[in-house]
């Protein structure tokens, strides 16, 4: 591994030395430093949390009478309070079936049969875990959070591509925004909007709208030159640009970010629903404090459902020309399944069907005088289906899913949990004990303890600031040793130090035995056409799936403490560290490859001497991300007994401690942020 | 457009370009001034990193004219024909249409002209992916405002008049180049506009495709006779199509003139190793290389070919005929001679 010059090139042996030095330099400075003194000095702490507790109070107090709240944000909480209700009372109000067909159909016109099954079964499922309403309730949550986000996000992103200054200006927010722990602006959110679940939206739409602006920008700017110069031609206004150029032929990029702004709010339900967004999240949570394990899976099963379906009908929604319906409706192809004998009365079946539903739109055109409309025959058809829905409920009144209809999966699950407690949490091997709960206690003695002694006792403060400092300088030079050093300094102002050193050797602990899995496995994979292809939806299922609902089972298994926690980070964050080692490898050039098998290397010496060599800036990406994820779970693992500045923010949250919950918040940022660069950089720097 | 049909040289001009500047760069303006005559652009170029496009360009274009820009890749002609409708702006110089200065009209009177004078067929066809060939045709209309069902019906017209009828509702990817380049040509056609910048509008289309075209040009232009500015890297072609050709290059117009000006009298050797291959039959007129009658000819009962014929047209009667043969002009009057060896040795540029 080479050095790269920081400021000006070292003579090649300091280069290669310096860096031991560096640590030699700091274990004397350890050893030196008196250990009473290890702890960042108390009197040094900003103190921050008296004024802000202060400040809030005082809002509380006098919400009324202060202007900014009395005309502004008051009157936008009450307004997206109504649109959440009218769209709840909307999603309830629809008989079930309605609920079923509208997802059958929307499926079946965005992406076929599969999709119609998965739209109309969805809800189905949901229904018979008794989920019907929390489900809903969730997706009215989503329908207006995701709404506000288009409703903001498209302009903005308009203007950040119409300005070079708009979009230089947004770039950094957007990036804060996205790596910002959530549960920083959860407190700020909650004071400024606190009624009812407005804040849970609001930080919902927070946390959502970045990919809408950012691919509505770029969207836009991909707009093919050609195009526009004719249109610019032929005296188009500005307006007349945008809106008959520029906005429909940047919809694909459009509607994937309405998909990204959807699978990201979708991943806030849990977090939002700890202040008060009730739902799907809410049922996660209440049976996470209660332990029902079968209960939480359930709740996990539906979000993920909803997850899945609202992926795949909004992926469906890019791909698919909104003049077009008709014939995505009109068109299925026979079945691969069909016996060919079958198929000309199945085209001919179609064909009669396709005329059949052609005649509503015809019917239409004929009446309004309007051709175009023969067009739109498939939204013509969904409105009558809407229709028909509407009439069938006022004649049978179907109402909601039926109490009756009830299929549980919370009884083997518990089952299967207490199995699991009985027989795996401790089993006797002659004289040695095996199974979860010794290894969680061999996790907590061996590995988390010491480390934790290390940071908080062993090494005295100033030497993990210059240490820090130091790796910020060798992964990415001068600036950001400042940085880095800056960043952890900061963390002791704010009086979070204690938390933040345990914090910190949980993530080092979730950190290690994360990529000891993720990257053999993403090694396996790079090589196995076979693992990569099993290991995808596994992954992908462990990306979607609420972490809390990997919870329960494990704090079961593991007890309550740091350990189950740091699985549920290790599962969280495993995929990134695999797909990226994957892609990784995968990606290297291969003539490369080529070149190492005719000097006559084996596979495993191509492998270890080519491949990952230069597929390392890729994993290193993947270890970026791993770490960001660990570091999201962070707050998680402190409510189940990770302790640590989760716990502290929690707390803050919670008991509405607001100026306890802000300093933690900041810590996890100053981590994050630090973390961040230094990973980043080691990447870039491997890249270049 | 017919090289029958040239423009009456008294009618004022309908375009003039007025020593047209335009350079890339990041000061422009500064470049421009410092700039000396003897200064090449390659060496501007070398010196300040500034692109000189287009150089000191002056012209004009008479109503119902065709005048072709001819010039090989990178001479300037997509920025000239660009700065005619203010796609890019020229760094210096002024464009008239009608007498009026492009340059000095604000944003709005320069989106009128747009709108009601203008209309522009480009190289890449330059469609609108997501409209159908009717709402590409109709676009003009449509921001100029006409109503909905007076546009369609206009562009369905001119979708006939290019002989795609029955395509209307398919989408220009669904169409070959050809095609689409006719749908390109019919959306010019919609605005009815006064004048028709062409871009290259057929060097993406295969040989036999771009004839055909080529003479659908020709077609309409000899009922419409729009005002039109024809860029082309095609000799050939700017011979076919314009009654006037400029041959640019580095930025300047080395040569202006009708196809037989050039081919006779090309101004440098620039100019001549175009002409060498030129198709001369088609180009030079008899009137071109007659002689004056010897005194005491008797043109009775002898053959006579138009002044304006072109070669190509009088070789069967020279080809018959052992004598000479009368050149007439238009009122029937005797102007010249001509015979089987001149135009021989016209033909192979002797
Ligand atoms: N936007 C621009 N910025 C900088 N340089 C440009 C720009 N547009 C054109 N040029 C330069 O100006 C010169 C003339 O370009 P132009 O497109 O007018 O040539 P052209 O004659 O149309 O060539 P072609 O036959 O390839 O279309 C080229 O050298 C080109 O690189
Ligand atoms: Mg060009």
């Given amino acids: ?688 | 457009m017919t090289p029958g049909h040239t423009a009456n040289a008294s009618t004022p001009a309908k375009i003039a370009g007025r020593d047209i500047w335009k350079i890339f760069g990041r000061t422009p303006e500064r470049v421009l001034e410092r700039l000396t005559p003897e200064q090449t652009s390659a060496q501007i170029l070398e010196q300040t990193g500034h692109m000189v496009a287009v150089r000191q360009v002056s012209f004009d274009v008479r109503a119902g004219e065709t005048f072709v820009v001819m010039g090989l890749s990178g001479s300037g002609k997509s920025t000239l024909v660009r700065c005619l409708c203010r796609l890019t702006d020229p760094t210096r110089g002024a464009v008239l249409i009608d007498g009026q200065d492009l340059l000095q009209l604000a944003e709005a009177e320069l989106r009128a002209v747009r709108r009601h004078k203008l209309a522009m067929v480009f190289q890449n066809f330059g469609l609108f992916p997501h409209r159908r060939v009717i709402d590409n045709v109709a676009y003009g209309l449509e921001v100029r405002g006409v109503k909905r069902a007076e546009r369609l019906e206009r562009a369905r017209q001119m979708i006939e008049l290019v002989g795609l009828r029955g395509w209307d509702q398919h989408f220009p990817k669904q169409l070959s180049g050809g095609m689409q380049q006719r749908v390109g040509l019919a959306r010019a056609l919609a605005v009815d506009p006064e004048i028709v910048l062409f871009d290259e509008p057929f060097s993406a289309l295969d040989p036999l495709i771009r004839r055909e075209m080529q003479d659908e040009l020709l077609r309409l232009q000899a009922t419409m006779h729009k005002t039109s500015v024809f860029i082309t890297h095609d000799f050939a072609e700017a011979l076919k199509l314009g009654d006037r050709v400029a041959i640019m290059r580095n930025g300047q117009f080395v040569q202006v003139g009708t196809p037989e000006e050039l081919v006779l009298n090309p101004a440098n050797d620039y100019v001549a190793a175009f002409t060498k291959d030129a198709p001369r039959g088609k180009v030079v007129s008899a009137a071109a290389i007659m002689t004056p009658c010897p005194p005491g000819f008797d043109p009775d009962g002898q053959p006579a070919v138009r002044a304006d014929a072109r070669l190509e047209d009088c070789l069967a009667l020279v080809a018959a005929h052992d004598g000479p043969v009368c050149v007439r002009d238009e009122a029937g009057a005797l102007a010249g001679l001509v015979d089987r060896l001149s135009v021989m040795k016209a033909l192979i540029a002797a």
Avoid at chain 1, 66 to 91: C, H, K, M, N, T
Avoid at chain 1, 99 to 123: C, D, E, I
Avoid at chain 1, 261 to 275: Q, R
């Fill in chain 1, 1 to 688: 591994m080479t050095t790269r010059p920081l400021a000006r090139p070292w003579p090649a042996p300091l280069q290669r030395y310096a860096p031991w030095a560096v640590v030699a330099g700091l274990f004397a400075l350890a050893a030196v430093w008196p250990a009473d003194a290890a702890q960042f000095p108390a009197a040094w702490n900003l103190g921050l949390r008296a004024p802000i507790d202060e400040f809030q109070s005082a809002v509380i107090a006098n919400r009324e009478t202060i202007p900014v709240f009395q005309y502004f944000f008051d009157p936008l909480s009450d307004l997206i309070d109504v649109g959440l209700r009218w769209a709840e009372d909307f999603l309830l109000a629809t008989p079930w079936i309605g609920v079923v067909g509208t997802g059958a159909l929307l499926g079946y016109l965005l992406g076929g049969t599969r999709l119609a099954l998965l739209g109309g079964l969805s809800p189905v499922i949901t229904g018979l875990f008794g989920l019907w309403e929390p489900t809903l309730q969730t997706l009215a949550l989503m329908i207006v959070a995701v709404g506000l986000a288009v409703l903001i996000g498209l302009p903005l992103g308009v203007l950040a591509a119409a300005s070079d200054r708009v979009d230089r200006a947004l770039r950094p927010v957007l990036d804060g925004m996205q790596t910002m722990p959530t549960f920083v602006y959860l407190i700020p959110v909650l004071l400024v909007f606190g009624i009812a679940r407005v804040p849970a939206v609001v930080a919902t739409l927070i946390y959502a709208v970045p990919p809408m602006i950012r691919l509505t920008s770029l969207g836009l700017r991909e707009v093919s030159p050609p195009a526009l110069e004719a249109a610019r031609a032929f005296g188009s206004t500005r307006w007349q640009l945008l809106v008959k150029v520029q906005l429909p032929l940047a919809l694909p990029a459009i509607m994937a970010g309405v998909n990204q702004t959807i699978m990201m709010a979708l991943s806030m339900i849990v977090i939002a629903a700890l202040i008060g967004a009730g739902g799907l999240g809410r049922e996660v949570l209440v049976s996470l404090q209660r332990l029902q394990v079968g209960k939480a899976l359930e709740a996990g099963l539906a979000i993920v459902l909803l997850a899945i379906v609202l992926d795949r009908l909004s992926e469906g929604l890019s791909r698919i020309d909104l003049t077009d319906l008709g014939r995505a409706l009109l068109a299925p192809a026979a079945p691969r399944w069909l016996p060919a004998r079958w198929e000309p009365a199945w085209l001919a079946a179609a064909r009669v069907l396709r005329r059949a539903a052609a005649m509503p739109a015809q019917w239409l055109a004929a009446l309004t005088r309007r051709p175009e409309i023969e067009r739109y025959a498939g939204l013509v058809n969904l409105g009558l289906a809407v229709l028909a829905l509407v009439l069938v409920d006022l004649l049978f009144n179907v109402g909601t899913f039926p109490e009756s209809w009830r299929w549980y999966l919370r009884q083997p699950t518990d089952a299967l949990v207490l199995w699991l407690r009985d027989n795996v949490f401790e089993i006797q091997l002659g004289a040695l004990t095996v199974g979860t709960g010794p290894l969680s206690d061999f996790v907590t003695l061996y590995l988390l303890n010491p480390l934790r002694s290390l940071f908080t006792t062993f090494l005295p403060w100033p030497v993990v600031v210059l240490g820090a400092a130091a790796l910020g300088g060798w992964a990415g030079g001068g600036r950001l040793a400042l940085l880095a050093g800056a960043g952890v300094f900061a963390i002791g102002l704010l009086g979070m130090w204690p938390f933040a050193m345990d914090t910190l050797s949980q993530i080092l602990v979730t950190m290690l035995i994360t990529c000891l899995i993720a990257l053999p496995l993403g090694v396996w994979s790079s090589q196995n056409n076979a693992v990569r292809d099993f290991l995808r939806p596994v992954l992908d299922f462990l990306q979607t799936i609420p972490s809390f609902v990997f919870l329960v089972p494990v704090i079961m298994l593991f007890n309550i403490g740091r350990v189950p926690g740091l699985i549920a980070a290790v599962l969280y964050a495993i995929a990134p560290g695999v797909k990226l080692t994957d892609l990784g490898i995968r990606g290297v050039a291969g003539e490369a490859v080529e070149a190492a098998h005719a000097f006559g290397a084996t596979r495993a010496q191509t492998l270890a001497g080519v491949q990952v060599p230069m597929a390392l800036a890729s994993i290193l990406l993947g270890v970026n991300q791993m770490i960001m994820m660990v570091l999201a779970m962070v707050v998680i693992a402190g409510m189940v007994g990770g302790a640590g500045l989760g716990l502290e923010a929690v707390n803050g949250l919670v008991r509405s401690e607001t100026g306890r919950g802000l300093e933690a918040g900041l810590a996890i940022v100053l981590l994050a942020v630090t973390m961040d660069r230094i990973t980043q950089a080691w990447a870039a720097r491997r890249q270049g």
